[in-house]
């Protein structure tokens, strides 16, 4: 689980240039950081990060740091 939550943290700080006590502030849209161009970036990062594929659903349904977590643990079964 630590493993998870520091690639996880590490997609977020790559793609984000930011650092761990920003990012629980992430939302998308709302961040300057995440924009669409972030939103394609983040999910690329995730995919290889996690060996995982999200569909459409789980790109718009990816709004934010902690719903990210959650849609990780929902969808693929990784526990962050």
Do not use: P
């Not at 997609?11 to 161009?37: C, H, I, P």
């Not at 939103?39 to 060996?51: G, H, N």
């Not at 995982?52 to 349904?61: G, K, L, P, V």
């Amino acid at each position: 689980m630590a493993e998870n939550l520091q690639k996880y943290n590490a997609a977020f700080r790559e793609v984000f240039g930011v650092d761990d006590s920003l990012l629980n502030t992430l939302v998308y849209k709302q961040s300057d950081e995440w924009n669409s161009m972030g939103q394609i970036a983040l999910v690329s990062a995730l995919e290889v990060a996690f060996r995982i594929d999200f569909d459409m659903e789980d790109i718009f349904a990816l709004t934010s740091y902690e719903v990210g977590k959650e849609l990780l643990r929902t969808k693929f079964d990784i526990e962050i």
